[in-house]
């Protein structure tokens, strides 16, 4: 059983799937799946749409997007019952992260966009600096196709779709199987705030889908979801020679110094672990607390995730398991850590009061790592302690993986931390905080190792989204270039002199 389910169709009719309730198990709703066909001509659309958009000044397209704004401040409790219906999350998860971040993010790119893309004036070099003037413009990619995973249904989506459509491209997002109708609120805010027909199109679907979207004519993918697909969204981009961004899945690591805060940082590790029910991609999965501290920290740690509210009405903190497959993951995992001699101080199984897809908030210990529990993606509601000897025997375990995406480190000794964090190989990191880097649009967020290729967000972000093209001119209106042949024994020696005087003086290495 999973969340989506193939439904059986007549021959010749269109593939479609079947959506289920994770709170109630009830079947919420079916949809079509998209053809190769139908990607091709949603790439079409936005090819066509794409000159025209990218000629609009960017208050012009900022308008689109702070309209849509608006449309999301008025609709947000109906996008939430969306949300809730198609993920089970709690109610206060979905405010968060799919309306609250998404606010931000649209309005962080609208307002910025311009002044982050404006062309910028290169300060030249050397002599260079004599012969040349130079800047760089940002121009658009083209089309770019967005492909969203199920944890941040609409965030997810949202996010590379806006720096995308700021920077003048245009876009064709295919959200997840698990949670279509969630991503599909991207499109319908876009849509209904009248952005320009093909500017924005969506396809829903499944991995076939999805690698269509790749193999079609596009000009970047940007990828979000888990290593394995990124792998072959990687391979589909190579064999086009298009540019991805791979946003995949992480193993954070979270160190308990000596001298942290306890309630503090047991705190942060129950928020870490348990938020959006664990399936957050900088969730925390791992932490590693000193032995002299560990007792009191996993005693505060117990007695925070014992005042969790589970549950599928009203006020509840921990919401469902978004489907089933996770669910499986979650259950192997917890097995192979009990067999391997791991204990289980709180949780540990479904929660058997509810009817839908519900783990238990969960306080596991005694973890070594040959368990699945600490070598592989969880993503659920497992908050994880080892004990370690000491803060370089927690960084040597927490290095040891082959993921890299956050990681944390707690202490009341923030410059100490912040050194211990720098020394995680970690695409982020945060001090006395849980993984936060995605909420901050400045940051650029992105994977080390297996947990992804590129970054996004920021300065950076947006500017992946653009070919940053240099131009050059020469200040003399190109007269050198007369000089250029014929090569002479004579140009050969000055030349040499010159490299002597740049290079092999000291004023002239100043001047260079
Ligand atoms: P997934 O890889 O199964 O699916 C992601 C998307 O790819 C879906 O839309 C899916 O339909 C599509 N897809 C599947 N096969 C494809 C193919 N061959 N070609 C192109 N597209 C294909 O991932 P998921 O289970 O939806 O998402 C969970 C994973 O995402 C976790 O590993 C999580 O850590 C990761 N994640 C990472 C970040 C990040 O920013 N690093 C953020 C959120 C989630």
């Known amino acids: 059983m999973a969340m989506v389910r193939p439904m059986s169709t007549l021959p010749g009719a269109r593939r479609k799937l079947e959506l289920f309730s994770p709170q109630t198990l009830a079947r919420i709703g079916e949809f079509e799946v998209a053809t190769a066909q139908d990607v091709k001509a949603a790439v079409e659309a936005a090819r066509k749409a794409q000159p025209a958009w990218a000629a609009l000044p960017f208050a012009k397209r900022a308008e689109y997007i702070q309209r849509a704004m608006q449309i999301l401040l008025q609709k947000q409790d109906e996008y939430i019952e969306i949300v809730l219906r198609e993920t089970g999350k ?36 050397g002599v260079m600096s004599l012969l040349k003037k130079a800047s760089v413009i940002y121009k658009p990619r083209g089309v770019v196709g967005v492909i969203s995973p199920w944890n941040g249904p609409v ?16 876009v064709v997002l295919k959200p997840s199987e698990v949670t279509p109708f ?87 590790a129950v928020v870490g672990s348990l938020m959006n029910t664990g399936h957050y991609c900088c969730g ?9 501290v560990a007792d009191a920290f996993l005693e505060k ?14 006020e509840y903190d921990v919401g469902a398991v978004f489907w089933e497959k ?76 082959r993921f890299g995406l956050g990681a944390n480190v707690w202490s009341r000794d923030s410059e100490k931390a ?14 006395n905080d849980m993984t936060m880097t995605f909420g901050v649009p400045e940051a650029p967020f992105g994977g080390r190792k297996e947990s992804g290729v590129g970054q996004v967000n920021g300065e950076t972000g947006l500017r992946g989204y653009c070919h940053a093209q240099p131009i050059i001119v020469d200040r003399h209106g190109g007269k050198m270039i007369l000089q250029h042949y014929p090569y002479t024994a004579k140009k050969d020696e000055d030349m040499k002199k010159a490299m002597q005087f740049f290079w092999g003086t000291t004023f002239g290495r100043w001047f260079s």
């Open 90 to 125: 709690a109610r206060s998860e979905a405010i968060m992260m799919e309306v609250y971040a998404c606010l931000d993010v649209m309005h962080y790119y609208s307002k910025r966009a311009e002044k982050i893309l404006k062309p910028r004036k290169l300060k030249l070099h």
């Open 326 to 401: 996770q669910m499986d993951i979650i259950e192997a995992h917890m097995v192979d850590a009990v067999k391997k001699g791991a204990k289980v101080l709180i949780g540990g199984k479904r929660n058997a009061k509810l009817k839908g897809l519900y783990f238990e908030p969960t306080v596991i210990t005694d973890l070594t790592h040959d368990m699945d529990i600490i070598r592989e993606e969880t993503f659920g509601p497992i908050v994880a302690i080892l004990r370690v000897k000491d803060e370089e025997e927690a960084l040597r375990m927490a290095n040891d993986t």
């Open 418 to 431: 912040s050194a211990l964090a720098c020394r995680i190989d970690s695409g982020s990191a945060c001090v």
């Open 182 to 268: 969630s991503g599909k609120i991207v499109y319908d805010m876009l849509a209904e705030a009248g952005i320009p027909s093909g500017v924005m199109n969506i396809v829903l679907g499944d991995g076939e889908t999805g690698a269509a979207l790749t193999k079609a004519d596009v000009d970047k993918i940007a990828f979000t979801g888990s290593v394995a697909t990124g792998r072959k969204v990687a391979m589909a981009c190579a064999e086009k020679l298009i540019p991805c961004t791979l946003e995949l899945g992480g193993k954070d690591p979270m160190i308990v110094c000596e001298d942290a805060d306890l309630d503090i940082a047991a705190a942060g």
């Open 155 to 170: 965030i997810l989506a949202l996010n590379p779709t806006i720096q995308a459509l700021m920077a003048g491209n245009t």
């Open 284 to 292: 925390t999965e791992r932490i590693y607390v000193v032995d002299s």
């Open 301 to 314: 740690v117990v007695e925070r995730v014992k005042q969790m509210r589970q549950g599928d009405q009203g």
